[in-house]
């Protein structure tokens, strides 16, 4: 299945790294590219810089692209303006956060997402104040329910959140983790679960059983972390 890429465009190239840096904690085989600053280094955007990115991130199945402040928008929609009809249809530009926007995207590309599905990702990723918005009781005749805890030291933190959210969401089960969903790597990582915190792990569907299963293995054998 062709892989979708994600550039992140920042007036300062530190910032875009920085980003891309902490994306690939999470989706270390996704194709992600920074193109901050100037061609001279300097702040600012270089239409050459986001070319570039642009066409390497979408040479598998398309790309996503998020942006800083306005005038980095305007410089990535005139590259995509340059584009050809065909390849336009490959990019989207994301409207969303930069941080939160390039992990949940980075996320569901790592998962396997489509183009639709990870510019989808990164423009619901608006933040996790209202941790509890799509809480969900699947409790029912089919739910599966069992419950451990966390062992890693630094509790459910970025990176085994995103493990957490890898696992869940090659199921077709609908899966929640005290109540949230399951493949939200936002709202996981807004539950703030510490070390020696119980999680109980709810699913329905066809495979939930399986599904519930192999994140309680996950969870016990701390995401292959040293505890």
């Not at 199921?171 to 990582?189: C, E, H, P, W, Y």
């Amino acid at each position: 299945m062709p892989t979708i890429g994600i550039v992140i465009v920042s007036h300062s190239a530190k910032i875009a790294e920085g980003v891309v840096e902490l994306a690939r904690q999470m989706a270390p085989s996704t194709t992600l590219l920074a193109a901050g600053g100037t061609d001279e280094g300097g702040i600012g955007t270089s239409f050459d810089r986001i070319s570039a990115a642009v066409a390497t991130a979408s040479a598998g199945g398309g790309a996503v692209v998020l942006c800083d402040l306005g005038s980095a928008i305007l410089t990535s929609e005139t590259v995509v303006d340059f584009l050809d009809d065909a390849d336009k249809e490959r990019v989207v530009i994301a409207d969303a956060p930069l941080v939160e926007g390039a992990v949940a995207a980075a996320v569901a590309a790592e998962t396997g997402g489509d183009l639709d599905q990870v510019a989808q990702a990164a423009s619901s990723a608006t933040g996790v104040a209202d941790v509890h918005a799509d809480e969900r009781d699947l409790r029912g005749g089919d739910a599966v329910e069992r419950s451990t805890t966390i062992v890693n030291a630094s509790g459910l933190h970025a990176r085994p959140a995103a493990e957490l959210v890898k696992h869940a969401s090659a199921f077709q089960a609908d899966v929640t983790v005290n109540g949230v969903d399951a493949k939200s790597l936002l709202r996981i990582m807004g539950l703030n679960v510490g070390a020696g915190s119980t999680v109980a792990i709810m699913a329905t569907g066809p495979d939930a059983e399986a599904a519930v299963d192999e994140l309680i293995a996950l969870i016990d054998g701390g995401f292959g972390e040293k505890a």
